[in-house]
């Protein structure tokens, strides 16, 4: 028995993710110094807890989600339910020693 998963069909590619099973509770509103941490635990998360290929449909407001994202879909994310939101710029906000950046519209 293979535990091979069945290639994802070419006419839906563009609308699934590779999103974690990683399970974040809910949060209405996250200062950025918390974002950051989200953020610099996310390799350890990533090496720990699996990814599955699905759909993102306008997730519910103070939802975290973990994707991963090739260099290749970065400039042309898949489909999400904020597809159409308005033109957003790009903000960078030091946190420490480091830059955390980020879209703003």
Known sequence: MSLAHPPIPE?????VWAKSMYAYPAFPNLPVHSIAEFLFSAIN????????WDFIDTPTPGSLLFVWMSP?????????????????TPLHLAVGD?????MTS
Not at 11 to 15: D, F, G, I, K, S
Not at 45 to 52: G, K, L, S, V
Not at 72 to 88: F, H, I, N, R, V
Not at 98 to 102: G, H, Q
Request: aromatic residues 12%; glycine residues 2%.
């Open 11 to 15: 006419h839906l590619r563009p609308h």
């Open 45 to 52: 998360i990533a090496t720990q807890t699996p990814f599955r």
């Open 72 to 88: 290749q879909t970065y400039a042309s994310p898949p489909t999400d339910g904020y597809q159409y939101l308005d033109p957003e």
């Open 98 to 102: 480091k830059v955390l950046s980020t």
